[in-house]
């Protein structure tokens, strides 16, 4: 049961990351990466993080990939094909990238990976309590410093995105 | 007297000339003065044997650096012949027409002074390297600013290459500085026994590298003759004159003492090579039209042999390079001067426009044919003794690199008097003769210090030879 | 600017107050309002079912009215036509045939009579140009809504009055509108 | 209550592993092969995701924390990474009406 | 056992489902009943008795309306959009507890059921999410129908439900502070008594998320994306038929579900004032456990309906904002109204207990 | 820690004044706040306000003080400088300034991280950042294209970064450097680590901008404004190789096995690229870029030395020395040009005519940068030769040779330009503040002629 559904997201998102880049139409891939992003909250939720998988879904599915929809729609962005100049590019990117995460895959599939056992096994770590307990003890100043790297963004969105003063384009 | 004098004095002059700027008179003095005191410091160094002569001063703590500073008999008649070359060349530039004299390059010189002291005089190893890189730059200033518009390209290539050369060098010392565990740079600290054979073949290998681009022996000149034609001749004069005796005294106190078993190895190769450049100089010299090229591979015909000298590595061999070396110095700046005196007269530098220069001037066709006599090394003249000792050394190595090398004799003499006869003989092809002003007194003097130098050390080589030669022998003896 | 009455308010940009800036109040007022519209008592009329009374002088569909003895009283004069403002009357007129006493009042009666009722404005001054109180504007009945172009075009066999109500009329009054009462009474009894 | 759940018996940890191999080698290729900015950037964010995945895995396997506090901190700083960089292609595009890089070549060498 | 339980949870579920649906359609007769009633008129009277079947016959006359698809629209996307809206909406209420657990052991389950649909223990966030893809069915519907109309409004929704879902969830923390846990369940048990209400204990709060609940449901004053006089009909321009249907019919469900949220948030979910009183006149035992369940049940259903009344009745009151005014109200007031919310809750919190213990030591 | 929370905060304060529209304010109190962070980072203990026995995941130890000093004392003449950028071109001097001293928060955090977590958030504070300081000049197309190339390239680092830090910790089962790299000693044959540690170090050779990881740095620096360029190629690239040298000089140094190869060959990319690349280029911001590569390749020998102590020193120096010339070269520069962001080497022919001292100033840095003796640049090469020299690298430092040679050769260009040319001077103005140019010249003199004061000052931090 377990096993079957892992397998059935999996090849979901693969499928549907690779409908991301092989797409042609921009909205048709920020669709299938939301479908990706759906897919690997499943995959969470089967690794019982709860919490992170529905901020998955909160963050970059409801944020981020607004975020590109949003854009994209607003850009009226038409669509992008493959041109044949750049096609022995393509295939040559490719292959090596193929080859070497082949190689890595072939590797990594009979790798010994230590993991917890019984003893040491708590289900509950996944789960918001647990989690806001680690952040907000052990990890609180860097969680203190994201807040400058969000002001930081904020500031240069709106410093960059803004429209100046004669600019006639939207 | 203390070592630091020869590097403050020539210092305080480059900051006194750039201020005095286009004041000619100014300029002179100071010539003069640098001069006549250096000539006075080391007289009194040699005087005292040397004594008090050095200086050791921790400099830079964290690489280990010293800054020590010492005169001693290898190292004095490079110093004198610095004070000369620099004297000469400053007399010139700074006896130019009114409005020519430039506070800039005449600082320049002094700097280029400082830096030859410190070559000459270091005692440390990263002193030394610091300097001889440093010379680059006053030389490098003033011939691309006031060379010709191809000076800039060729003074780059130039630059180029003693880089190339000296950061070899630099590798060098830093390995020695590791290999051997020092906690410094200074001569004194190394000697040939830290070295295995074939390390001591590539340190030899890495500092020859340097020194024979900066001479210019024979596979490594091709830089030479460029920048020498394209330059400002009292950078020219410098070059020649003085800064290819860095090369020469480096190999003389660092690659003799320190890697006699890597000279041993590899030393064949390159004294085949310079005893080739001796010809080859020559050879290319007998067919140059330009003034200023022919005396460019005259020059590097003689620095090859030199420089086989150096290769040779016997004691006779040496003490000629010492000879010869002062002999080239004096000769070559001599000879730079007097022809540039006629190219700027003529307005050319090809020596098919030139000739019959003697009804101009027959004082300036004298000076002009004692250096010549010089360079070609007649007896009486101070060429001869060291290129006498120095062919004695070379067949003592190899006979058949010696009947090589000693081609320049003859050589030597039938490029010379070609150039005599094209400039100063024949008929003139222009009436700039006739509107000649003379050389002018300063220079008169100053050329005629030269030419007496060239008849002193001709008749007394002695005088070099009785400081040096004790040293030099020691040079190979040490260990 | 000196005000003419007091009725007029005074607009001013006044900045608005923290309070007011808040809009909350505003909008609990407002949603006390909508309320009380909530529990008032509707106003609507379920038209079928219900109907609203008319007035007494509404003007509704034309007709063209017959005396006591079923006659039209039409004459063709044209002064309905001529008096229309919306030109939405259009008539031909015939000379009686012996043996038709009985259908028309006079010698001279509208063979055709038609009204646009697209044009028609409904202001009823046909009803006051006509000599004969033939035309009539109807209080009770209204002019219905059309589904082709050709249904807007009334002519005689859709304005004039149909024989029945003849029969139940008492008087010539009674078979009439309220809008005929009305107007007899008002101003038209003079006439006769 | 610490009992090791169904999933983390049958599911070796590297089929997890895998997975995220090759979404983030995918991503990989859209950036590599992708002309358009935005496609390129979301490829970009794929990758992060495959990241994602590795940590959770590695955290839930291993019973360890950290990894899944890090994937918050990848998220968070994701979603300010999407938002300065639309801003800077939507710069891009009032300038040249595209957000395809092979368009930008004021800077070549 | 389990076979009963897995009947019980799904009957539940299965009830919850219809319920939602129900009140949805029900709702969209009240829409009108309530404008009308506000206008002072009577609303749709026709079908059935007080036109109880218009639900019903609007829904038959939306599936035989002719369906059209505009020529250079996206097809897929096309209809993807509505079904997305509804798909999204439709989730959203398996997480809130519409009453206290129900005693089953007369079927043998030990275990007291939730009426709920799933208690994860974060609830609140799961509804987040959903919120948060709502959008996309606008987004994807606005932008697939080819219509510059449709795109406007579909970006304006897309641009106000991320605003507006900051200050939202901002609100929600100061509550998720006092009561310690993301569980929609938990909320509600900590609202126990009456003056535990949430209300009581965050009007802030509660002010900005019902601006904000208004504004996700894109209900007037915040219809911008949808408003007709610039913009026609928003991103549903293009739609017809049923598809249209499941735009507007999903408004609703979030509509029912946003009251939902708000009841139990802000009012006690299924608790209700003299609960104790109620409780002592029941029997004992699980009879009287769920009795009191099911009265609970009625009385959140009370105040879902209530909110869902206040909906309509804020529609039918207040004008629709400008788009400038809407942006400038969301980053500008309410954003930081929230944080500020969020601080002195936080700081009370820590200072209460000091307080308190002041206080006995008085 | 300190010094960040003040940093936060006075971007913050910055941010605040230029709402309320006192920019002249603003420019003033940058300058003066990150010298006055950097008062705080040598003279106030880090850790004052960290409760005791909080975990930071931050250390300021000898080395990151080191690195933040070198990080704040050249922000700050960058800042002072940035009044330039400001004045000239359309730009909001509030908002520029507090990103630059957000990135700056990154930066020190770069220095002092002990714990993936405080990498990746200073990596990212630095990078996200740097994107929109890329991208400044929202009227010029390459700065424009500077920032998207920047934010694609540093996004797809980023996550090669990601993917090794998630290697790693599925390695060991740990995030914190000193844990990972106490279980990395057992974990010799795991895949895991394996790729860890290359997917990592490839991220942040990516980051450094080390061939063949390089291509997009050129592009960058050539687009960005001229302030942002400097701010890149020096606080940047110290921050950078801090991170650089704390992983892989300090924490992993020990397993070298894993890691030493890839250096080495980039070191040699990075040296060979750089130089030759920028040998042919035209723009001088371009052939700085190239430059900063090959500077890299030179940097990258502290890391591939044994001695990482040792030359820990030896890094800072290069870095201060290659900072304090750019950082001068740049400042004549600036003001000879009143509006060209993108100097032509053309541009400055003849300059010397115009403003000797200037010229002087400007020939000394870029001697410095080339490496020859009198400069601090020469001591700079000098302390990342011989180490290596120490370890037997003979191959790469005939390289580091070769390409020094190169690097002459470009870095002549200007000067030959500024000194050499008989055209008339292009330049627009003089040196407008001749002190500050004298006193950059006299540090470039200074650390090469007596080294030792540098050494001593940065050896009492």
């Known amino acids: ?170 | ?479 | 600017m000196q005000a003419l009455t007091n009725r007029s308010k005074r607009v001013s940009n006044k900045k608005l107050s923290l309070g007011e800036r808040l809009y909350l109040p505003a909008v609990v007022g407002g949603l006390g309002i909508t309320l009380k519209h909530f529990f008032k008592k509707k106003v609507t009329i379920q038209y079928p079912e219900e109907q609203r009374p008319m007035s007494e002088v509404y003007r509704g569909l034309h007709v063209l009215k017959r005396d006591e003895q079923g006659r039209e009283r039409c004459t063709a004069c044209g002064l309905c036509a001529v008096a229309c403002p919306a030109e939405a009357i259009s008539m031909t007129a015939a000379e009686r045939q012996p043996g038709e006493e009985n259908l028309y009042r006079e010698e001279k009666y509208a063979a055709v009579y038609e009204i646009n009722m697209l044009r028609c404005i409904f202001c009823g001054l046909c009803e006051e140009a006509c000599p004969k109180s033939a035309i009539y504007l109807q209080s009770d009945k209204l002019a219905p809504s059309f589904y082709s172009r050709a249904d807007v075009i009334y002519g005689k066999d859709r304005l004039v009055q149909s024989m029945e109500t003849i029969k139940t009329a008492k008087s010539l009054k009674s078979g009439l509108t309220t809008s005929d009462r009305y107007v007899d009474k008002v101003w038209k009894n003079g006439k006769y | ?109 | ?362 | ?461």
């Open chain 4, 1 to 109: 209550m610490n009992q090791i759940p169904e999933i983390f018996r049958v599911i070796p940890v590297n089929n997890f592993v895998i997975l995220a191999v090759v979404l983030f080698s995918i991503g990989i290729l859209g950036v590599l092969t992708r002309r358009n900015a935005i496609i390129i950037f979301m490829s970009v964010e794929l990758m992060l995701n495959a990241v994602n995945l590795l940590f959770v895995t590695f955290s839930s396997y291993k019973s360890d924390p950290t990894g899944q506090v890090f994937v918050f901190f990848i998220m968070a700083i994701a979603a300010a990474e999407v938002a300065v960089g639309l801003a800077i292609i939507v710069m891009i595009y009032r300038r040249i009406r595209s957000t395809d890089v092979s368009l930008l070549n004021n800077l070549k060498g």
């Open chain 2, 1 to 479: 007297m203390n070592p630091l004098y020869l590097f403050v004095s020539p210092l305080v002059a480059a900051v006194l000339s750039w201020l005095a700027g286009k004041n000619g008179n100014l300029q002179k003095a100071l010539t003069v003065l640098v001069f006549v005191g250096s000539l006075a410091v080391l007289y009194t160094w040699k005087q005292a044997a040397f004594v008090d002569a050095s200086i050791s001063l921790p400099w830079i703590h964290s690489f280990g650096i010293y800054l020590a500073l010492a005169a001693n008999p290898i190292n004095f008649w490079f110093l004198v012949l610095t004070a000369i070359v620099v004297f000469a060349a400053q007399m010139y530039h700074s006896s130019k027409e009114e409005g020519a004299v430039r506070g800039d390059v005449m600082a320049m010189i002094f700097l280029l002074q400082v830096f030859l002291f410190g070559v000459f005089m270091a005692q440390d190893l990263m002193l030394f390297y610091f300097c001889y890189e440093a010379t680059i730059l006053p030389i490098y200033y003033i011939s691309s600013r006031y060379g010709s518009p191809a000076a800039e390209r060729a003074t780059i290539k130039f630059f180029l290459y003693t880089l190339f050369g000296s950061l070899f060098m630099l590798l060098g010392i830093l390995y020695m500085y590791n290999s051997t565990g020092a906690e410094n740079f200074l001569i004194s600290s190394f000697n040939p026994y830290y070295f295995s054979g074939s390390v001591q073949g590539w340190l030899f290998l890495a500092f020859f590298i340097a020194f024979a681009i900066k001479m210019p022996l024979f596979p490594f000149h091709s830089w030479q003759a460029d920048v020498y034609a394209e330059s400002p001749v009292e950078s020219t004069m410098l070059m020649s004159g003085i800064l290819l005796k860095m090369g020469v005294f480096g190999m003389l106190t660092i690659v003799i003492p320190l890697f006699p078993q890597g000279l041993k190895d590899y030393g064949y190769i390159f004294i085949g090579l310079s005893a080739f450049g001796v010809l080859y100089g020559a050879l290319v010299a007998m067919v140059q039209y330009d003034i200023r090229k022919v005396l460019a591979y005259s020059s590097l015909s003689h620095v090859g042999l030199i420089g086989a000298g150096l290769l040779a590595y016997s004691d006779v061999a040496l003490e000629g390079v010492v000879l010869q070396m002062f002999a080239h110095g004096v000769n070559i700046a001599g000879l730079f001067f007097v022809s540039e005196i006629i190219a700027k007269q003529t307005g050319t530098r090809d020596l098919d426009l030139m000739g019959g220069f003697t009804r101009a001037s027959f004082g300036l066709t004298v000076l002009f044919f004692v250096f010549l006599l010089g360079s070609i090394a007649v007896p009486l003249t101070n060429g001869f003794p060291g290129e006498f000792k120095l062919l004695m050394g070379i067949f003592e190595y190899n006979i058949y690199l010696g009947i090589l090398c000693g081609s320049t004799v003859i050589l030597s003499s039938v490029y010379m008097l070609r150039l005599f006869q094209k400039t100063m003989l024949g008929k003139e092809s222009g009436d700039y003769i006739l509107s000649f002003q003379g050389v002018g007194a300063f220079r008169t003097v100053g050329l005629s210090l030269l030419v007496a130098l060239v008849l002193l050390f001709g008749l007394f080589p002695g005088i070099i030879s009785g400081v040096a030669d004790t040293a030099v022998r020691t040079l190979l003896t040490a260990y």
């Open chain 6, 1 to 461: 820690m300190l010094t960040i929370t003040f940093l936060s905060l006075l971007g913050l304060v910055l941010l605040f004044l230029g709402f309320a529209g006192k920019v002249g304010l603003v420019k003033n109190l940058a300058a003066l706040g990150v010298l006055a962070s950097l008062g705080i980072l040598l003279f106030a203990n880090q850790d004052a306000l960290v409760p005791a026995g909080m975990e930071t995941q931050l250390l300021f130890d000898a080395n990151s003080l080191k690195f933040s000093a070198l990080i704040l004392g050249f922000s700050v003449c960058i800042v002072m400088m940035s009044r330039s950028l400001v004045k000239k071109e359309n730009v909001q001097a509030a908002e520029f300034l507090s990103v630059m001293i957000f990135s700056l928060v990154g930066a020190l955090m770069l220095t002092a991280f002990t714990h993936m977590i405080t990498l990746f958030v200073g990596l990212e504070i630095l990078g996200i950042s740097l994107y929109i300081l890329a991208g400044t000049l929202k009227d010029s197309p390459s700065s424009n294209e500077a920032a998207l190339k920047y934010l694609l390239m540093g996004a797809f680092a980023t996550c090669l970064v990601l993917f090794g830090m998630a290697m790693l910790y599925g390695a060991t089962g740990s995030l914190d450097f000193k844990e990972i790299a106490a279980v990395g000693n057992q974990s010799v044959d795991s895949v895991l680590f394996k790729l860890g540690i290359f997917f990592l170090l490839i991220g942040v050779l990516f980051k450094v901008s080390a061939a063949p990881f390089h291509f997009w740095s050129p592009d960058v620096y050539e687009g960005s404004p001229s302030i942002v360029m400097l701010y890149m190629s020096v606080v940047v690239k110290i921050a950078s190789f801090a991170a650089l040298f704390r992983i892989f000089g300090g924490y992993f140094h020990h397993l070298s096995y894993f890691w030493w190869g890839i250096v080495y060959y980039g070191c040699i990319a990075s040296l060979l690229v750089g130089n030759l690349l920028a040998l042919v280029q035209k723009s001088i911001k371009r052939q700085l870029a190239f430059s900063s590569i090959s500077h890299t390749g030179y940097l990258l020998f502290a890391i591939l030395v044994v001695n990482n102590e040792a030359i820990a020193g030896g890094l800072v120096f290069y870095l201060f020395a290659y900072g304090s010339a750019l950082l001068v070269a740049f400042s004549v520069m600036n003001s000879w040009f009143e509006s060209s962001e993108n100097y032509q080497l053309d541009q400055l022919k003849g300059a010397a005519k115009a403003d000797p001292v200037g010229a002087t100033v400007l020939a000394l840095s870029f001697l410095s940068m080339a490496g020859i003796p009198l400069t601090g640049g020469f001591f700079a090469k000098i302390s990342m030769f011989a180490p290596a020299m120490g370890d037997g690298l003979y191959h790469l430092l005939i390289v580091g040779i070769v390409s020094s040679v190169i690097g002459a050769a470009y870095y002549f260009k200007p000067i030959m330009n500024v000194w050499f040319s008989t055209e008339e001077a292009t330049i627009e103005n003089a040196t407008d503040m001749k002190w500050v140019a004298m006193v950059g010249g006299l540090v470039i003199l200074i650390t090469g002629l007596f080294p030792d004061t540098l050494t001593s000052i940065l050896a009492m931090i």
């Open chain 5, 1 to 362: 056992m389990e076979l009963y339980l897995f009947l019980a949870k799904g009957t539940i579920i299965l009830l919850i489902f219809g319920i939602t649906l129900l009140i949805a359609t029900y709702s969209t007769y009240a829409e009108r009943k309530v404008a009308g009633f506000i206008q002072d008129r009577l609303g749709p009277n026709r079908a059935g008795p007080w036109g109880i079947w218009q639900p019903l016959a609007d829904a038959g006359k939306m599936f035989f309306k002719q369906d059209f698809i505009p020529a250079r629209a996206s097809k897929w996307l096309f209809i993807a959009g509505p079904s997305l809206a509804m798909l999204t909406a439709c989730l959203t209420s398996c997480v809130i507890p519409f009453g206290d657990t129900l005693d089953l052991s007369f079927l043998g389950i030990e275990k007291p059921v939730a009426i709920q649909g799933i208690d994860v223990n974060i609830g609140i966030l799961y509804v987040f999410g959903l919120v948060s893809l709502g959008v996309y069915g606008v987004m994807i519907g606005g932008w697939a129908s080819n219509n510059k109309f449709s795109l406007l409004g579909a970006i304006r929704a897309a641009s106000q439900n991320i605003s507006y879902e900051l200050a939202m969830s901002l609100s929600i923390i100061a509550i998720i502070m006092i009561t310690g846990s993301l569980s929609v369940s938990e909320i509600i048990k900590d609202q126990d008594t009456f003056f535990k209400w949430n209300i009581f204990r965050q009007p802030v709060g509660f002010i900005i998320f019902i601006i904000c609940a208004f504004a996700e449901c894109n209900r007037t004053p915040f219809d911008l994306p949808e408003c007709e006089t610039e913009l026609i009909g928003g991103y549903h321009t293009e739609y017809s038929s049923m598809k249209l249907g499941f735009y507007l019919f999903a408004e609703y469900i979030n509509m029912f579900v946003s009251s939902a949220v708000i009841s139990a948030l802000y009012f006690g979910g299924y608790h209700f004032p003299g609960e104790s009183i109620v409780a002592g006149l029941l029997p004992e035992g699980a009879l009287g456990h769920n009795l009191m369940t099911l009265i609970g049940v009625g009385a959140f259903f009370g105040k879902i309906l209530f909110f869902i009344f206040f909906f309509m009745w804020v529609r039918w009151t207040i004008a629709r904002f400008r788009y400038d005014q809407l942006m400038n109200l969301g980053w500008k007031s309410l954003i930081p109204l929230a944080i500020a919310n969020i601080l002195v809750t936080g700081a009370v919190l820590l200072a209460l207990p000091e307080i308190k213990g002041y206080i006995s030591s008085l």
């Open chain 1, 1 to 170: 049961m377990v096993q079957n559904l892992f397998y059935f997201l999996s090849f979901l998102a693969v499928l549907s990351a690779l409908m991301v880049i092989l797409s042609k139409n921009p909205i048709h891939s920020v669709l299938y990466l939301i479908l990706t992003f759906f897919t690997l909250s499943g995959h969470y939720i089967l690794l019982n993080a709860q919490f992170l998988s529905i901020v998955n879904l909160i963050v970059y599915a409801g944020a981020i990939m607004v975020l590109f929809l949003f854009t994209i729609m607003f850009l009226n962005l038409k669509d992008d094909s493959f041109t044949g100049s750049r096609l022995f590019f393509h295939l040559g990117s490719g292959l090596v990238v193929f080859t070497l995460a082949g190689l890595i895959i072939l590797k990594v599939a009979t790798a010994p990976i230590a993991v917890a056992d019984d003893a040491h096994f708590d289900s509950q770590i996944g789960m918001v309590e647990n989690l806001g307990k680690v952040l907000y003890s052990k990890f609180l100043v860097p969680f203190e410093l994201v807040s400058v790297l969000f002001l930081s963004a904020m500031v240069g969105a709106v410093m960059l995105g803004r429209r100046e003063k004669g600019e006639k384009n939207f």
